[in-house]
């Protein structure tokens, strides 16, 4: 995969020599696009390929980056109400009606489905600050889906890099960027099909 290694080649030396890039950089990208980041953060903390002082700081730049992130699209949602940027932003979020209706039926539900529902944080949290949800409602409900979609995460990074060490032994496998690119695909079907389950307690929880 030379595409895949040109761009290791080119972005590991600058990470080594500036570190710091190795955090802004992943703050913002978990921020924007969310687990699978996320993911593939711990993923490669735990192969020891990104050089973080030590485990629980990479946990914490996680969830910082998880809370941060809420925080910001409930504010957004909550402070454009009203305004023509707001009103468009509204009006093209994806199944925006079946998002409003779900929080109005129960948004400590979907607050907390958010963080396991794939692509959808930006969504409901955005429309949860739109429809002036308490912020103390929000901000525990949001802390305690952050907290639980992490421990996943976690359990998740470890086992896939435990199981799949054993395959950089395997002719298909001896470059890591494979191995990378497998675990990726892997935790996509996983957040996938994680986001499915949840997708569905959450309309059983609202038809009751």
């Known amino acids: 995969m030379p595409a895949v290694t040109a761009i290791r ?13 190795v955090y802004l950089g992943t ?16 993923w490669l903390a735990f192969q020891g390929e990104l050089d973080f002082k030590n485990f629980l700081g990479v946990v914490g730049l996680v969830l910082f980056a998880d809370i941060s ?14 305004t023509r940027l707001g009103e468009f932003l509204y009006r093209h979020i994806p199944k925006q009606k079946e998002i409003e209706e779900h929080i109005a039926a129960n948004s400590k539900r979907w607050i907390f489905l958010s963080k396991f529902i794939p692509s959808s944080t930006f969504a409901i949290i955005f429309s949860v600050g739109w429809a ?21 995460l976690v359990l998740l990074a470890f086992g896939l890099a435990t199981g799949l060490s054993g395959l950089e032994a395997a002719t298909a496998f001896k470059k890591y ?11 996509v079907v996983i957040d996938l099909l994680l986001g499915k389950f949840f997708r569905t307690l959450g309309h059983r929880g609202r038809r009751k």
């Open 9 to 21: 080649e080119f972005f590991v030396p600058l990470l080594l020599a500036y570190p710091a890039l």
């Open 27 to 42: 703050y913002i990208s978990i921020i924007i696009v969310g687990n699978v980041v996320s993911f593939a953060t711990l």
């Open 69 to 82: 992130g809420d925080l910001a699209w409930y504010w957004l949602g909550r402070k454009l109400r009203g």
């Open 132 to 152: 002036k949800v308490d912020f103390k409602k929000f901000f525990s409900t949001s802390i305690l889906a952050i907290f639980s979609s992490v421990a996943i």
């Open 177 to 187: 960027e494979r191995l990378f690119l497998l675990a990726i695909i892997i935790f």
